[in-house]
């Protein structure tokens, strides 16, 4: 046997539907997460990027005038088994007010980074990750949110066997 609602159940049933489904599509609220002024960020980031991607020449004279912190923000496993020499390590994911103000204590420091994707060639220590997750990307926009907006980028994709960039490490091939 069918059950049939009456006309002003079923308008009941639908508005008690659509009231929990509203309330669900609310955003859960966390005062320390701000994912609109990380979009801002992003773009604001996009825009500086591109005229401050160095090619292998510039980015080593850049390190070799002494003006520039070369901030490798790579795990302390794969920094110390191969990284640029000279570099400084801070792992990405120990970004804080204190830890980067410790290495950068100055926010107009000229800072140059790289990444896993800006080489091929050593697959342990430099293996590279999905183009959409370039650490590169993610320094860029992490270090402007902690007001450090002089950030230079190694831009070409190298062979670790044949860049001039020098490398130092325990794992070098």
Known sequence: MLYRMKPITSILAIILIVSLRL???EPIKNPLIDYDGFEQIVVK???ARESKRLSE????SAIESGEYVLLDARSKQHYESRHITGAINLPFTEFS??????????KDTKILIYCNNNFLGDQTSMFSKSIRASLNVNTQASLRAYGYETIYELGPLLDVDKTKLPFSGTLIN
């Open 57 to 60: 020449a510039e980015f080593l």
């Open 23 to 25: 309330g669900a599509e």
């Open 45 to 47: 980031s996009k825009a």
């Open 97 to 106: 007010a204190e830890s980067l103000a410790d290495i950068l204590p100055n």
